[in-house]
């Protein structure tokens, strides 16, 4: 199931403490990705903006090849 399927199910059966309880789940992960992402694009310095996409690689999902 992705996540907008569980975030409608939630929200229509158990209201907002599921949906508090998807976003304590999923969005640690979420927020890293989108500061470390925006962080690399908007940096001028260029040894930050490597090591934000080394997180950004370090965090794919596990099972996918790496790219070289």
């Known amino acids: 199931m992705a996540l907008p ?3 409608t199910t939630a929200i229509s059966v ?6 508090v309880l998807i976003v304590l789940c ?3 992960d979420a ?3 989108l500061t470390a992402g ?3 694009i908007v940096t001028n ?3 930050r903006g490597q090591r934000c996409l080394d997180v950004l690689r370090a965090l794919r999902p596990r ?3 790496r790219d070289k």
């Open 5 to 7: 399927e569980y975030l």
């Open 14 to 19: 158990a209201g907002l403490p599921a949906l």
């Open 26 to 28: 999923f969005g640690p």
């Open 31 to 33: 927020v890293l990705r």
């Open 38 to 40: 925006l962080v690399a």
């Open 45 to 47: 310095d260029e040894k």
């Open 63 to 65: 099972g996918k090849p």
